[in-house]
């Protein structure tokens, strides 16, 4: 089938045209609350565990919309986008992120991450998190500077828009956009699989290997003795699908801090150290070193994540905060060392709003606090006011565009009784009909939106109201107005 290309698929609607969607939009005729859930027989993984929170959540939402869309969306990635199966002997699980049939390493991770507190009860979500470990594990020794992978680890890659960029493309790569979130998210997933479940099988010699080419690339990318091995470039009509500078990015004072060339949009950083992707990958990066001393006994892997954490964290001090404008200090959103910082906040995570949600920060922390007050106003130039909603975009998928992925972290990270429950009603009422999360959608037309089927959306919704059904319940138990 002739594959469209990215811009397009983006700007697909609900009609799904040349998609092949299955699932989501196959029950668009169907009546209003009606399930649009896919019949078991077609679903990707059953977890009964995740049945059970569907049914009991029943009594604690009290809001039947509210409920009817995490029915659809919660179960969404288990349903539509995970394939199992077996690999060199053990279990896989390739996790698709919707609408593209590739496996993102932030995506497939984000995905998967709320179905954690149910995994040492139920045998189903275990294999799952082997199985999804394992490929990520094989994909990291492909190519750590990859963002995105095909299912077949020999195939070139599927995606039309990537098949001439100019970058070292190996088989099994879909997309070799170097995002050092990528890999701080399987990072995540590991560690937050292993404490949840105690169980150690996914980490075995392979994934010390990955783990290990984790930390010499987020060495190279500090690039203090040269520019590193990665470069990329693509011919593009949009700017921000590729790199300046022989593909090198813009210039940089080396100063400890983490190269990303692209922001988890995406989409091409202007500078190139991203403060949000820097300030997680500390958390990875103590994250690896608590689990490979726990479970390997590897002092020495141990003591170099703890060593370029600290390094990190250091010249973020120096050079990740800028100015206010008002005698205070915010953190920026990229900077390059020289003192020059850019302010902006994008809806994809890690994003400055996000920071107390991956555990970078406490949301009471006073400089998170000023920085979230910045991000949600004007002085963010992608926070965008309509008559739907209120919320943060990004220049993925254009202006006037906003992301429920930002209503969801604003709520995650809010204690505020009356922000979360707008949160809630902007999110209740900006879904189109359709019973799920999009990509992005007009500020003033929720019927505008983007990818009917993202299934990082969908979960993270799902997490949303589990947080809530423990944190808050008492705002479920109102119905929506």
């Given at each position: 089938m002739c594959m469209p290309n990215r811009r397009?698929?983006?700007?697909?609607?609900?009609?799904?045209?040349?998609?092949?969607?299955?699932?989501?939009?196959?029950?668009?005729?169907?009546?209003?609350?009606?399930?649009?859930?896919?019949?078991?027989?077609?679903?990707?993984?059953?977890?009964?565990?995740?049945?059970?929170?569907?049914?009991?959540?029943?009594?604690?939402?009290?809001?039947?919309?509210?409920?009817?869309?995490?029915?659809?969306?919660?179960?969404?990635?288990?349903?539509?986008?995970?394939?199992?199966?077996?690999?060199?002997?053990?279990?896989?699980?390739?996790?698709?992120?919707?609408?593209?049939?590739?496996?993102?390493?932030?995506?497939?991770?984000?995905?998967?991450?709320?179905?954690?507190?149910?995994?040492?009860?139920?045998?189903?979500?275990?294999?799952?998190?082997?199985?999804?470990?394992?490929?990520?594990?094989?994909?990291?020794?492909?190519?750590?500077?990859?963002?995105?992978?095909?299912?077949?680890?020999?195939?070139?890659?599927?995606?039309?828009?990537?098949?001439?960029?100019?970058?070292?493309?190996?088989?099994?790569?879909?997309?070799?956009?170097?995002e050092v979130d990528s890999l701080c998210h399987v990072i995540r997933l590991s560690h937050g699989y292993w404490r949840a479940t105690g169980d150690t099988v996914p980490f075995d010699a392979a994934w010390r290997q990955a783990m290990a080419q984790v930390v010499r690339t987020f060495r190279e990318q500090q690039r203090l003795d040269g520019p590193g091995p990665y470069r990329f470039q693509r011919a593009s009509e949009t700017p921000s699908d590729t790199l300046p500078l022989d593909g090198y990015g813009a210039p940089t004072a080396k100063v400890g801090l983490i190269h990303s060339m692209f922001r988890p949009s995406d989409d091409a950083c202007v500078l190139p150290f991203l403060i949000p992707a820097n300030l997680f990958a500390v958390v990875s990066l103590r994250q690896l070193a608590d689990m490979t001393q726990a479970i390997h006994g590897d002092a020495d892997l141990a003591t170099d994540c703890g060593a370029l954490a600290d390094t990190v964290v250091a010249a973020l001090a120096r050079h990740g905060r800028m100015a206010d404008g008002e005698g205070q200090e915010v953190w920026a959103y990229e900077v390059d060392g020289f003192g020059n910082a850019l302010f902006l906040d994008d809806a994809n995570v890690p994003s400055l709003l996000s920071l107390p949600y991956l555990g970078c920060c406490d949301a009471r922390d006073p400089l998170y606090r000023r920085t979230r007050?910045?991000?949600?106003?004007?002085?963010?130039?992608?926070?965008?006011?309509?008559?739907?909603?209120?919320?943060?975009?990004?220049?993925?998928?254009?202006?006037?565009?906003?992301?429920?992925?930002?209503?969801?972290?604003?709520?995650?990270?809010?204690?505020?009784?009356?922000?979360?429950?707008?949160?809630?009603?902007?999110?209740?009422?900006?879904?189109?009909?359709?019973?799920?999360?999009?990509?992005?959608?007009?500020?003033?037309?929720?019927?505008?939106f983007t990818r009917p089927w993202f299934a990082w959306a969908n979960s993270l919704f799902g997490e949303l109201i589990l947080d809530l059904m423990a944190r808050k319940p008492a705002l479920l138990r109102q119905p929506l107005t």
């Amino acid at each position: 089938m002739c594959m469209p290309n990215r811009r397009d698929v983006l700007t697909m609607a609900v009609a799904g045209v040349g998609m092949g969607l299955t699932g989501p939009l196959r029950a668009a005729g169907a009546p209003p609350l009606a399930s649009r859930r896919p019949a078991p027989a077609a679903r990707g993984c059953m977890s009964p565990a995740v049945e059970a929170v569907i049914r009991d959540a029943r009594a604690a939402i009290a809001d039947p919309e509210l409920y009817w869309l995490f029915q659809n969306c919660y179960p969404n990635t288990l349903d539509t986008t995970v394939s199992l199966g077996s690999l060199d002997g053990g279990p896989d699980a390739f996790v698709i992120t919707g609408d593209i049939p590739c496996l993102w390493l932030r995506d497939s991770s984000a995905q998967v991450w709320p179905y954690l507190p149910l995994a040492r009860r139920d045998a189903a979500l275990r294999h799952l998190y082997q199985g999804l470990i394992r490929r990520q594990t094989r994909c990291i020794l492909i190519d750590p500077y990859a963002n995105a992978f095909s299912r077949d680890t020999d195939a070139a890659t599927p995606l039309s828009w990537a098949k001439e960029d100019m970058t070292e493309m190996k088989p099994g790569v879909a997309e070799r956009k170097w995002e050092v979130d990528s890999l701080c998210h399987v990072i995540r997933l590991s560690h937050g699989y292993w404490r949840a479940t105690g169980d150690t099988v996914p980490f075995d010699a392979a994934w010390r290997q990955a783990m290990a080419q984790v930390v010499r690339t987020f060495r190279e990318q500090q690039r203090l003795d040269g520019p590193g091995p990665y470069r990329f470039q693509r011919a593009s009509e949009t700017p921000s699908d590729t790199l300046p500078l022989d593909g090198y990015g813009a210039p940089t004072a080396k100063v400890g801090l983490i190269h990303s060339m692209f922001r988890p949009s995406d989409d091409a950083c202007v500078l190139p150290f991203l403060i949000p992707a820097n300030l997680f990958a500390v958390v990875s990066l103590r994250q690896l070193a608590d689990m490979t001393q726990a479970i390997h006994g590897d002092a020495d892997l141990a003591t170099d994540c703890g060593a370029l954490a600290d390094t990190v964290v250091a010249a973020l001090a120096r050079h990740g905060r800028m100015a206010d404008g008002e005698g205070q200090e915010v953190w920026a959103y990229e900077v390059d060392g020289f003192g020059n910082a850019l302010f902006l906040d994008d809806a994809n995570v890690p994003s400055l709003l996000s920071l107390p949600y991956l555990g970078c920060c406490d949301a009471r922390d006073p400089l998170y606090r000023r920085t979230r007050q910045r991000v949600l106003s004007g002085r963010n130039p992608y926070f965008f006011r309509g008559r739907a909603a209120e919320g943060v975009g990004g220049p993925h998928v254009g202006l006037g565009m906003i992301w429920p992925m930002s209503l969801i972290v604003r709520a995650l990270t809010s204690d505020d009784d009356a922000e979360i429950r707008q949160c809630l009603v902007w999110l209740k009422g900006t879904h189109a009909g359709t019973g799920f999360m999009h990509e992005a959608f007009g500020q003033d037309d929720p019927g505008h939106f983007t990818r009917p089927w993202f299934a990082w959306a969908n979960s993270l919704f799902g997490e949303l109201i589990l947080d809530l059904m423990a944190r808050k319940p008492a705002l479920l138990r109102q119905p929506l107005t």
